[in-house]
């Protein structure tokens, strides 16, 4: 055999042909060196043990040692057997598994084994969501299995009673912030954007144009009239601008001196958008002073709620507000303004995402797509300044701060619109996004509340604050312009609802809240009822008193009665505090529902009923609720109909209904004159009933709108016997056009005979258009809105405290302990800000906790931070619906000593059993926030994730056991006494020998050692 290979011999004492010599030289690597010295150190170092430690560590007979899960051999499986395995899960979190009984001893063992299973099976379900082969429709079952499992680690890790670990879900923090802020009034208020020159005329003025500021300060009054016949020049944004602020100016006041001053410091200013190049007014506010715009002239608009849906289900539903004018003629759609809550946990994952994608871009592309972009904005604008950094960096953590590039939107549905006296717009509806500061903490939909002024800004938003589900069915707008909503909800709206709803039954309240046009909350009302509840209708008397119309599916009180299935139900309220003053239960054996309520010119009411499938309207006297027997009856409303709402003409005695029916003679008997006609299927319709006397109802005429398509009306609204209505269409009414599958529609109609006058169908392509509610005003277009400037009063001051800018309210509670100690409870009371909630928490610290309130271009934030070297606290949620952590965005969990966390003391992570005295840790999985599998790439993204967090579960598990043989070699030279003198010898040969193999050498006498 030869030694080299490569060389031939053809004689015993000579080569038969001569040939060069080159040895083959094989690589050692050096680590395989330095490994060998390390363990015959280690082996020598080893008879340095105390029998103690060698009892410790079982260097053999380790037969009964336990093999951790990640170590067993596993039978080699494809991805697609591994996600029906998964697929098949009921739970993650298995405690009782039969491969933790090695383990059920040592609860840090058991949490480690259990841990790592169910981050396993979580990671093989967003492993397959990455893969290219997955369906789309898959996705969305895939992330339902998966947030519930996560859901199980999350209060797994809340919950679980470990000794010598520490495990987090997200990160080490020694911080927390609430994510919310509460808001700040701001003092400028701008216009649209309206021309490009701010010296231009501006299309639409004629001259002599008149409007009013009302100016009002320690409440007194100032109009100022500003007539444009007035200015010098052009019409333009400049000039009116110093027009308008030379009037403010002119008026003056006079000083305890005698000296005149200006009395207003409210100003008017124009300012450049930088993305568009487009200029506006802009007001200039003060804190101390009120601005309210009326114009001397205005025309009647109507406003239509709608909720948009793409045929594409990547994109969110969205609402829409869009004004039609032009009502006495041809009707005109106009402006639309569109809205959405935000998911602002999926924004965050969006913008994670993103980050992660472009550091897998090529450095250079990316850099030539920047470029691009930036010279696209300057094409466009005009403007190549970088305005990047505008935002203040003190909202840098706050997640209500959305970079737009990623705001995800979530569904939103319009359900109803009103307008007040001065043209604020109301929209009610429900959505399961967050809207500004009011975090959305429902698991399904929660009700929004959202004021925009004439010009689509919004003023304010409000949630309900529901955890669990929560509907809205209608709205009003009292005299005071404070608004009312009502609908049902399966959540505790306050302390008061004490009786629980069961989930099993689907079982739910009707409520009713009434909000300020501040935006404060007035009352809520909750009617609390071992049955199921609804409000669907609300209307106002001329006291501002409140009545509401829904069902009851059980007595309300002793009194009340009940017949069976659902039973009508009208309360009434005291606008003032919401005590409920009066209520009826009335029905049949059947369904009853009161499904639209309006108050006559007696204040007494007029119902529209669903009972038992019929559409049936009843008048009651105020004074005496149970008298049930004037109605009438104008037939059955079909398999699937429905009323859709109601309205009443006080000045001509005249009521209308509206909604959809698959009945052609909708006529109360034969009674009622039919207008239009009924193409077959869903239509829909409007009947007309005259009030005469007190108590009198007479049918009047049926209006049908019909296509051959699905036709239905979802509102109506009466001004002086003219009838508005507004719904959807999934064919094409006469004279219109189509376009979508399902577009939306305004009618006019005459009330007196029910002739159809006019028609306007608006919708968008690819796409279905489901009308929510429809509002009419008298304070429409004017010269404000060509100008810009919204109708009404535009510098609102807001109640700046918890209840009112969060979600949170009066009785939301949290926990907070020291050290693992005794829980102190911390409660939300009425008018608390994040100053009494950081006074709370420094009582219950006893000095041991930081907790500061600061002041950001949002408003003030709240920090709670532990001490150097301090003790670790743990935040605790409230229980049920009443947990004020999640609502004002704090995380629950607990907080290490800042030291701790920045590794002024042991780094946990590094830890793996070789300090006897540090056994244990704090180990994160960095799985913080939410996390879905609802797409790929945030699938891959959250793969990621998960191969981190199951390394994390791994260190863990190795920190909890001392390993002496490691020790000694993670130690190296650290033991005490030099190192033997052969092994050093050993080392240099070694050493030696490498040296000239790596050399190249090729004398045929080189030898491998020395």
């Known amino acids: 055999m030869a030694f080299f290979g490569g060389t031939s011999f053809g004689g015993l004492f000579g080569p038969a042909q001569q040939q060069s010599f080159r040895p083959q030289i094989i690589g050692i690597d050096t680590s395989l060196i330095a490994l060998q010295v390390d363990a015959q150190i280690a082996q020598r170092q080893l008879a340095l043990l105390s029998p103690a430690q060698r009892d410790a560590y079982s260097f053999s007979d380790r037969g009964d040692a ?45 949490a480690t084994f259990a841990l790592y299973k169910a981050l396993e099976n979580l990671r093989i379900l967003a492993d397959y969501a990455s893969q290219d082969s997955t369906s789309v429709s898959s996705l969305e079952r895939l992330n339902e299995q998966f947030q519930s499992g996560l859901e199980e680690v999350r209060a797994f890790l809340s919950t679980a009673e470990l000794e010598k670990l520490d495990l987090f879900l997200g990160d080490k923090e020694y911080k927390t912030e609430a994510v919310t802020r509460l808001g700040k009034n701001q003092t400028e208020t701008n216009g649209t954007l309206i021309n490009k020159d701010p010296n231009a005329a501006i299309d639409g003025l004629v001259g002599d144009e008149v409007f009013t500021i009302s100016i009002t300060k320690n409440d007194e009054t100032d109009d100022i009239e500003i007539d444009l016949a007035n200015v010098t020049g052009d019409l333009s944004l400049n000039n009116i601008s110093d027009y308008i602020n030379t009037q403010i100016e002119a008026l003056t006041a006079t000083d305890d001196n005698g000296d005149d001053y200006i009395k207003h410091n409210t100003r008017f200013d124009v300012r450049r958008d930088g993305d568009t190049g487009k200029y506006s007014l802009q007001i200039d506010g003060s804190i101390t002073e009120e601005v309210k715009l009326t114009a001397a002239v205005t025309t009647p608009t109507l406003y239509v709620a709608s909720s948009v849906s793409q045929l594409d289900d990547e994109f969110a539903v969205t609402s829409r507000i869009t004004e039609i004018n032009n009502l006495d003629d041809t009707l005109t ?132 604050g529901v955890s669990g589900d929560a509907d809205a069915y209608g709205i009003t707008v009292d005299s005071e312009d404070n608004v009312i909503i009502v609908g049902k909800t399966d959540s505790e709206l306050s302390t008061a609802d004490v009786i629980d709803n069961d989930d099993t039954l689907n079982t739910s309240d009707a409520f009713v809240t009434k909000i300020s046009k501040r935006g404060d909350e007035v009352f809520r009302y909750q009617l609390d009822t071992y049955g199921e509840s609804a409000a669907y209708s609300v209307a106002v008397d001329s006291n501002d008193d409140i009545w509401v119309g829904g069902y009851t599916k059980s007595a309300i009180s002793s009194t009340s009665g009940f017949t069976g299935g659902k039973d009508a139900l009208v309360m009434k309220f005291s606008g003032t505090d919401g005590t409920l003053e009066d ?401 050093q010898n050993q080392l240099a040969n070694f050493q030696t020998g490498l040296a000239r193999l790596q050399s190249g050498a090729s004398s045929p006498t080189v030898s491998l050692f020395v």
């Open 66 to 110: 336990v093999i951790p899960p990640w170590q067993l051999p596993e039978e080699t499986k494809t991805l697609n057997q591994q996600i029906r395995e998964v697929r098949a899960l009921s739970k993650f979190i298995d405690l009782k598994d039969d491969s933790l009984d090695a383990v059920s001893s040592d609860p840090d063992k058991k």
């Open 333 to 464: 759609l106009d402006d639309v303004t569109s809205f959405a809550g935000i998911d602002y946990a999926a924004s965050e994952i969006a913008e994670k995402v993103a980050k992660q994608e472009d550091d897998d871009l090529d450095p250079k592309i990316a850099s030539l797509r920047d470029k691009m972009l930036a010279d696209a904005k300057v094409d466009v604008t005009g403007d190549d300044s970088d305005d990047d950094d505008d935002d203040a960096v003190d909202n840098e953590l706050s997640i209500t701060n959305v970079n737009s590039d990623y705001q995800v939107n979530s569904d939103t549905k319009s359900s109803r619109v009103a307008v007040d006296s001065e043209g604020g717009i109301y929209v009610v509806g429900t959505s399961s996004g967050s809207f500004g500061h009011q975090l959305n903490v429902a698991s399904e939909e929660d009700v929004f509340l959202t004021k925009f002024d004439s010009e689509g800004n919004v003023v304010f938003s409000r949630l309900l």
């Open 583 to 983: 209520s009826t239960v009335f029905g049949t054996s059947g369904n009853d529902i009161v499904k639209g309520i309006a108050v006559d010119g007696n204040d007494n009411l007029v119902l529209a009923v669903e009972e038992d499938g019929n559409a049936v309207v009843y008048r009651l006297d105020t004074a005496d609720l149970s008298d049930t027997s004037n109605n009438l009856d104008f037939g059955s409303l079909g398999t699937g109909g429905s009323i859709q709402g109601i309205a009443i003409d006080n000045d001509n005695n005249d009521v209308y209904i509206a909604g959809v029916t698959t009945n052609a003679a909708l006529d109360a008997g034969g009674s009622a004159g039919i207008e239009g006609t009924a193409n077959g299927g869903f239509e829909g319709f409007v009947s007309g009933i005259s009030l005469n006397g007190q108590s009198n109802l007479k049918a009047e005429n049926t209006t049908y709108l019909s296509t051959s398509g699905t036709d239905r009306i979802n509102d109506v609204v009466v001004v002086d016997q003219v009838v508005y209505v507004a719904g959807s269409t999934a064919g094409t009414l006469t004279g219109e056009t189509s376009h979508s599958s399902v577009d939306a529609f305004v009618a006019r109609i005459d009330g007196k005979n029910g002739t159809l006058e006019d028609v306007e169908q608006f919708g968008e392509g690819l796409s279905k258009s489901a009308v929510g509610g429809l509002a009419f005003t008298t304070q429409g277009n004017s010269v404000l809105e060509t100008l810009g400037l919204p109708t009404g009063t535009i510098e609102i001051d807001e109640t700046l405290d918890v209840e009112t800018q969060t979600t949170a309210r009066e009785g939301d509670f949290f926990y907070i302990s020291l050290d693992g100690g005794t829980k102190k409870k911390i409660t939300l009371d009425e008018g608390d800000t994040f100053d009494d909630l950081a006074r709370k928490l420094r009582i219950a610290g006893f000095g041991k906790i930081d907790v500061d309130v600061s002041t950001t271009s949002e408003g003030d934030k709240l920090t709670i931070s532990t001490l150097d070297d301090g003790v670790s606290i743990d935040l605790l949620r409230g229980t049920g619906d009443r947990d004020l952590l999640e609502r004002i965005g704090l995380t629950a969990g607990k907080l290490l000593p800042k030291n701790e966390v920045f590794g002024f003391g042991e780094d946990d992570e590094d830890n793996d059993g070789t300090d006897p005295d540090n056994l244990g840790g704090a180990f994160a999985l960095g799985l913080g926030g939410e996390l879905h599998i609802k797409d790929k790439a945030t699938a891959k993204y959250v793969l990621g994730l998960f191969d981190g967090a199951i390394s994390s579960v791994q260190r863990a598990y190795r920190s909890l056991d001392y390993n002496p043989l490691k020790a000694l070699i993670k130690e190296g030279n650290s033991a005490s006494g030099p190192v033997p003198q052969h092994l």
